[in-house]
């Protein structure tokens, strides 16, 4: 089945996407996500000056192989603009796969472990009140599970907060990154009081997650731990800057508070030492960065061997495409832990048709063949590239901070 065609499309329908589409010789379209935030040109340049003219005339059915040869044969490994690369060409692989095979990925990766993939939900608030407002409004959908993050008390902004209840947070349109506001001292006194808070309100029958963005160092990150205990976090997210795998010895020290990383991992090199030294609960490295289906089931069956989870990053600059994608691989596999879902803002949906559902807190990836997502491109047209950053993060000082 070999492949005649294989392009890229960037476009805007409510925040940017770079989408890859594959073309066979039989007709099969096979689509992959190549979103990276705030650096989407590289990776679309990477694929359509690189990689695309090399799909041409290769065998489509050879998902393996092109792996391989994308990943070993360039010299250059690794990083996030050569793993997104390679994973938006493999989860379209795996996308014309299902559709020649006439079955969703899903059935392709050994069927259903599951009946559904717990997912967990984003609520924020400017002020403890919004979040509470927010939370209840997650509930009121549905979801088991959601993620707490509230404004901290003294400073600008604080990242991760939708403006409006029920909205998206996403960056402003701008050639410029906006700047963050960050001191450690006034999250860790803010953070128990947040998360008491909701506890007292919602009690211990939904799990409640946290992200802290990579902000402290190891021994704050044992002691936020330590401290939110009592409130039974389901996990403390990306605590430290992950790349020091070793630091999270320390983190283990001191505290029993779960704790998840992984959604700026590209490869099972970033997160070796965290799984087989047990360092972490839940990996959270995602189809779209971490290489695709392929590469990331292989980080999944690391895991499973040291009791360590999935918990894949789904915020809303991963496209329905690898969104989709990362349900069919939750579907499936042995160790699955929880799944991020942010959602995707309108107008999306008018670019993405998907036929993934949301029941009572579960999602399904659905049954059409394939990774079951349609990319109109007509559409996407209407939907031009729109220049937007992540904030940079600088202390009280004017220095720069970790993310
Ligand atoms: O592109 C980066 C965002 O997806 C990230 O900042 C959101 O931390 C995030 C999360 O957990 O979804
Ligand atoms: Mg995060």
């Known amino acids: 089945m070999k492949i005649t065609d294989a392009r890229v499309v960037v476009s805007s329908p409510g925040r940017n996407y770079v989408t890859l589409v594959i073309e066979t010789e039989d007709g099969i379209t096979g689509v992959g996500d190549a979103t990276l935030n705030g650096r989407e040109l590289a990776v679309a340049s990477y694929l359509s000056e690189h990689l695309c003219p090399l799909l041409i005339g290769r065998d489509a059915r050879r998902i393996e192989d092109?792996?391989?040869?994308?990943?070993?044969?360039?010299?250059?490994?690794?990083?996030?603009?050569?793993?997104?690369?390679?994973?938006?060409?493999?989860?379209?692989?795996?996308d014309i796969k299902g559709k020649a095979a006439g079955m969703p990925v899903y059935e392709l990766l050994g069927g259903a472990a599951r009946e559904g993939v717990m997912v967990y939900g984003h609520a924020s608030g400017?002020?403890?009140?919004?979040?509470?407002?927010?939370?209840?409004?997650?509930?009121?959908?549905?979801?088991?599970?959601?993620?707490?993050?509230?404004?901290?008390?003294?400073l600008d902004k604080t990242y991760g907060i939708a403006p409006v209840d029920g909205k998206l947070y996403e960056p402003a349109s701008?050639?410029?990154?906006?700047?963050?506001?960050?001191?450690?001292?006034?999250?860790?006194?803010?953070?128990?009081?947040?998360?008491?808070?909701?506890?007292?309100?919602?009690?211990?029958?939904?799990?409640?997650?946290?992200?802290?963005?990579?902000?402290?160092?190891p021994i704050e990150a044992g002691r936020l731990g330590a401290s939110l205990e009592q409130y039974r976090p389901f996990w403390i997210e990306d605590p430290t800057p992950a790349e020091d795998q070793s630091a999270f010895r320390l983190i283990r020290q001191h505290t029993t508070t779960p704790v998840a990383v992984g959604e700026v991992f590209n490869s099972i090199w970033d997160c070796q030492q965290l799984i087989t030294e047990r360092l972490i609960d839940y990996i959270?490295?995602?189809?779209?960065?971490?290489?695709?289906?392929?590469?990331?089931?292989?980080?999944?069956?690391?895991?499973d061997l040291y009791g360590v989870r999935s918990g894949s990053h789904g915020a809303g600059d991963l496209s329905p495409v690898s969104f989709a994608a990362a349900l069919h691989v939750d579907m499936s596999i042995p160790n699955f832990g929880i799944q991020e879902h942010m959602g995707h803002r309108d107008p999306a949906g008018e670019v993405f048709k998907t036929?993934?559902?949301?029941?009572?807190?579960?999602?399904?990836?659905?049954?059409?063949?394939?990774?079951?997502?349609?990319?109109?491109?007509?559409?996407?047209?209407?939907?031009?590239?729109?220049?937007?950053?992540?904030?940079?993060?600088?202390?009280?000082?004017?220095?720069v901070h970790d993310w």
Do not use: C
Not at 77 to 91: C, N, S
Not at 371 to 393: C, H, M, Q, S, T
């Open 355 to 399: 036929s993934y559902t949301f029941t009572d807190g579960y999602m399904h990836p659905g049954d059409a063949p394939g990774i079951g997502v349609e990319f109109d491109e007509d559409a996407a047209a209407r939907f031009p590239f729109d220049a937007k950053y992540l904030p940079v993060n600088r202390r009280l000082d004017g220095s």
């Open 126 to 154: 400017t002020t403890l009140e919004d979040l509470s407002a927010d939370f209840q409004r997650h509930l009121d959908l549905g979801y088991k599970a959601i993620r707490a993050q509230a404004a901290v008390p003294g």
């Open 66 to 94: 092109a792996w391989q040869y994308f990943y070993k044969g360039a010299y250059w490994r690794r990083g996030p603009v050569t793993m997104t690369a390679i994973a938006a060409i493999d989860v379209a692989l795996w």
């Open 174 to 217: 701008s050639n410029v990154p906006q700047e963050d506001t960050w001191e450690t001292t006034a999250y860790l006194d803010f953070a128990p009081k947040m998360m008491a808070h909701v506890r007292e309100q919602f009690g211990y029958g939904v799990h409640v997650l946290h992200d802290v963005h990579h902000r402290l160092t």
């Open 284 to 303: 959270r490295t995602s189809v779209s960065h971490a290489g695709g289906i392929t590469h990331l089931r292989r980080i999944f069956s690391l895991a």
